[in-house]
């Protein structure tokens, strides 16, 4: 018997797979500049230097940019091996700090994105620096005990990172200075006899040196003539009312200036208020005031205990004596006669705490001195920490 054999037919169902590839983003650097540089102000434009790749994309179908913080800069399509380039004015940017960024996208739009952080900052420059006491052509006789006073800043450095030293032209450098902060204070004795060019002088970190000089002259010194002021002569151009880092009891004084051409002796008149008693106290010695020039009277003679103040009198600044409000006050210049030599009234929206307040050294007569006005709080730093520039001539007022 015979059985038909039927052909057996194998379908294969074929599932049809598809492999989705996900592509990796590409890659970007910054090579220059490095990041947290530092960029002086000045050095007009920059090179910004970077590298991209990606896999399998050609480097011409990639597409670049650069920014620095939201402002996009001109870029350049990257070169055969993937380098890309563009400029930076940096005088066309702020002092502060900058994001710089690269920006790189592929066909598929994956992006990546590198960042350096820069700083502006000002230009090189040399430390500004200024002798502040004694007044320039300062004659003092041989031996004395002179105390030389200055202070230095810089544009780029911490005060605190500046190094400074005295110099006279005479002597060659002086030693036993005190400096920090951007002040320096040399007392000394041992100045040799003749005339001094005496040098500050600041040097910061990138080696650049300020300095400023004055002339002292030590040696015989003939006696001035001497005069009694007339009303108006001798003026209040600086007070110290409200010290801050000092007790008021020990670093009050009050600045007064010489609008004559001679020397003038305020010693034995009266200083003291407008108050029934007033306060007051009649002012011990001669205190010489120079022509054209200061002197400080002073609730404590002692640098050191009164804020830094160079002092030429002494105040006895006790209950009955004489003191300076901190509200509403006078201060008051007068002979022993009652002949007022100058008068200022001022009010406690006039005090400014741990700065003294001064005339305008435009302003510095009998009749200008009287409008509050032409006064302002001072902003130079003395060495106990409150501001004032007594003995030398004032901040202006802008």
Same mark, same amino acid.
């Given at each position: ?23 990796? /983003? !590409?890659?970007?650097? &910054? +090579? #220059? %500049?490095? =990041?947290?540089?530092?960029?002086? $102000? ?83 420059? /040399? !430390?500004?620096?200024? &002798? +502040? #006491? %004694?007044? =320039?052509?300062?004659?003092?006789? $041989? ?256």
């Amino acid at each position: 018997m015979w059985r038909a054999v039927l052909p057996v037919f194998l379908v294969a169902c074929v599932q049809e797979n598809s492999l989705d590839v996900r592509r990796e /983003p !590409p890659e970007a650097a &910054i +090579t #220059a %500049p490095l =990041d947290g540089a530092f960029i002086e $102000h000045d050095v007009g434009v920059i090179p910004l230097l970077g590298n991209v790749s990606d896999l399998p994309d050609l480097f011409e179908t990639l597409t670049i940019g650069w920014t620095v913080g939201d402002a996009a800069l001109d870029s350049f399509a990257p070169a055969a091996d993937g380098a890309v380039a563009s400029s930076l004015d940096i005088t066309a940017l702020p002092l502060g700090l900058h994001t710089i960024s690269l920006f790189v996208t592929d066909s598929d739009d994956n992006t990546a994105q590198a960042s350096v952080t820069v700083e502006v900052i000002a230009p090189s420059a /040399p !430390p500004l620096v200024q &002798i +502040t #006491a %004694p007044a =320039d052509d300062s004659q003092f006789v $041989h031996a004395a005990s002179i105390t030389f006073t200055g202070t230095a800043i810089d544009a780029n450095d911490d005060v605190n990172d500046l190094a400074l030293s005295w110099a006279s032209s005479i002597d060659g450098p002086l030693s036993g200075a005190t400096s920090g902060g951007g002040l320096s204070f040399l007392t000394t004795t041992s100045l040799s006899a003749g005339e001094h060019t005496i040098v500050l002088s600041a040097t910061d970190l990138d080696g650049d040196v300020g300095s400023d000089s004055i002339v002292v002259f030590v040696g015989e010194i003939e006696d001035p003539p001497i005069d009694e002021p007339d009303p108006g002569e001798i003026i209040f151009s600086e007070l110290m009312i409200n010290p801050s880092a000092h007790e008021d009891e020990v670093a009050e004084w009050v600045e007064v200036y010489n609008v004559g051409d001679t020397t003038l002796d305020i010693g034995g008149y009266r200083f003291h208020d407008l108050g029934t008693p007033p306060d007051e106290y009649t002012l011990q010695g001669s205190v010489l005031v120079p022509p054209h020039g200061y002197a400080v009277l002073c609730a404590n003679l002692d640098p050191q205990v009164n804020g830094g103040a160079p002092c030429d009198g002494w105040f006895e600044r006790l209950p009955g004596s004489m003191a300076l409000g901190n509200n509403s006050d006078e201060v008051v210049l007068s002979r022993l006669d009652g002949t007022e030599i100058d008068r200022l009234v001022y009010t406690g929206s006039w005090v400014a705490p741990g700065m003294s307040v001064g005339l305008d050294p435009a302003r510095l007569d009998g009749t200008q001195n009287d409008d509050i006005a032409n006064w302002c709080p001072q902003v130079s730093v003395m060495s106990g920490g409150d501001k004032g520039t007594p003995g030398v001539e004032n901040n202006p007022c802008e």
